[in-house]
T-cell receptor, first 116, second 113 residues
């Protein structure tokens, strides 16, 4: 199946710093990628849809200025958590949908963020 | 009401047992339905799509009941390796984008020897 990678797999940072997470589709081009967040014992929540060459679409309640998304190429989307705080500690997962595949999304392995 | 609801479990079953999970969804116009599997601290992986006529993949059978707005997953002959969290996932109707997925909180299955 299609492969999606994420980097880094985990990160620990101090409160107030910014953290960038990369999501890459390794063997296909993705015009659309998705960013999710999952808190312990909770469901994956879609944060935003990343569109290649245009602005991301954010879900209600997600701050655009705090979670910056850049989808500069057909194989790479980045999520930057700006001025991270302890409440931003979570499991961040990206996904991508291969072309001509109607429904399935392939997920990256996720990035665990811990803000101290 | 949550868009997708699941019993969180855990369901503790012995190897070889048959176990079934249900999931309910709130929007009757939802388009597509899936079961994903998520291992601890890992990403979700697609287990199977759920079709109106029901579908089977080896030991796994998925059913959809649109009238009652629920989806089920049946696992026969449980293996230790089936231990995971099973996520019910729904594709909502317009005006939401067609590739958006809404996840349930998952049902945890623990298979013991």
């Amino acid at each position: 199946g299609a492969v999606v990678s994420q980097h880094p797999s985990w990160v620990i940072c101090k409160s107030g710093t910014s953290v960038k997470i990369e999501c890459r589709s390794l063997d296909f081009q993705a015009t659309t990628m998705f960013w999710y967040r999952q808190f312990p014992k909770q469901s994956l929540m879609l944060m935003a849809t990343s569109n290649e060459g245009s602005k991301a679409t954010y879900e209600q309640g997600v701050e655009k200025d705090k979670f910056l998304i850049n989808h500069a190429s057909l194989t790479l989307s980045t999520l930057t958590v700006t001025s991270a705080h302890p409440e931003d500690s979570s499991f961040y997962i990206c996904s991508a949908r291969p072309p001509r595949v109607k429904e399935t999304q392939y997920f990256g392995p996720g990035t665990r963020l811990l803000v101290l | 009401r949550k868009e997708v609801e699941q019993d969180p479990g855990p369901f503790n079953v012995p190897e070889g047992a048959t176990v079934a999970f249900n999931c309910t969804y709130s929007n009757s116009a939802s388009q597509s339905f899936f079961w994903y599997r998520q291992d601890c601290r890992k990403e979700p992986k697609l287990l199977m799509s759920v079709y109106s006529s029901g579908n089977e993949d080896g030991r796994f059978t998925a059913q959809l009941n649109r009238a009652s707005q629920y989806i089920s997953l049946l696992i026969r002959d449980s293996k230790l390796s089936d231990s995971a969290t099973y996520l019910c996932v729904v594709n909502p109707p317009p005006p939401q984008r067609p590739d958006k997925l809404i996840f349930g909180t998952g049902t945890r299955l623990q298979v013991f020897p």
